[in-house]
């Protein structure tokens, strides 16, 4: 089994940054596919960002040009650099894996924007 704990949440201002962390208990190379979502309550959970073992990455419209997600195999993290952030974006949000043919969900991290 894999397990995956997010941290970097936190309050910024409209315009401000934040960079998510999300740590893999295993091997990335054993995860082909890792995703950032983010859920606000009453609303489903929307993809984010989602990266390949290969390197390709997929962007929900909203966060294109603002916010990367990346990895470090060395660390078995990978991370979503959230940039120029807006009201719009605050939420809970999750790193996910595909493992064994599931989606694997980690606890969460809060990302409040505010001013």
């Known amino acids: 089994q894999v397990q995956l704990v997010e941290s970097g949440g936190g309050l910024v201002q409209p315009g401000g940054s934040l960079r998510l962390s999300c740590a893999a208990s295993r091997n990335i190379r054993d995860l082909p596919i890792m995703s950032w979502y983010r859920q606000v309550p009453e609303k489903q959970r929307e993809l984010v960002a989602l990266l390949s073992n290969m390197g390709s990455t997929q962007y929900v419209d909203s966060v294109k040009g603002r916010f990367t997600i990346s990895r470090d195999k060395a660390k078995n993290n990978i991370y979503l650099q959230m940039n120029s952030l807006k009201l719009d974006d605050p939420a809970v949000y999750y790193c996910?894996?595909?493992?064994?043919?599931?989606?694997?969900w980690g606890q969460g991290t809060q990302v409040t924007v505010s001013s």
């Open positions: 996910t894996a595909l493992y064994n043919g599931r989606t694997v």
